[in-house]
């Protein structure tokens, strides 16, 4: 079974950091780009961060950009979401998903193009 572990997620305060992890198994993680969405309550899930095969790019949505970074470890099959300088409309679930591409085209941030996807894991932003 092709399976993504989000994990990671919990409360912090304004101005804090969490670390996401997201697990592969079943695959071969570094044959395909990898993207972190989100969705807030009552929204739809928006992109957030995806990264090539490589590791070598990166894309960002520009309400994280500088406080987020995307990274990967293919030899552990994990990928990373480190969110610094959190506030608290960052609160919502975070899901990774695998994209169609090893490469990011110019459909990354759509997430009808991503193919597997984890459970999600919620992180919350308050004092």
């Known amino acids: 079974d092709v399976q993504l572990q989000a994990s990671g997620g919990g409360l912090v305060q304004p101005g804090g950091s969490l670390r996401l992890s997201c697990a592969a198994s079943?695959?071969?993680?570094?044959?395909?780009?990898m993207g972190w969405f989100r969705q807030a309550p009552g929204k739809e899930r928006d992109f957030v961060a995806a990264?090539?095969?490589?590791?070598?790019?990166?894309r960002y949505t520009d309400s994280v950009r500088g406080r987020f970074a995307i990274s990967r470890d293919n030899t552990k099959n994990t990928v990373y979401l480190q969110m610094n300088s959190l506030k608290a409309e960052d609160t919502a679930v975070y899901y990774c998903?695998?994209?169609?591409?090893?490469?990011?085209?110019?459909?990354?941030?759509?997430?009808?193009?991503?193919?597997?996807w984890g459970q999600g894991t919620q992180v919350t932003v308050s004092s």
């Open positions: 998903a695998s994209y169609r591409h090893p490469y990011l085209d110019g459909a990354y941030d759509s997430e009808e193009f991503y193919t597997y």
């Open positions: 079943g695959f071969t993680l570094s044959s395909y780009a």
């Open positions: 990264i090539v095969w490589s590791g070598t790019v990166t």
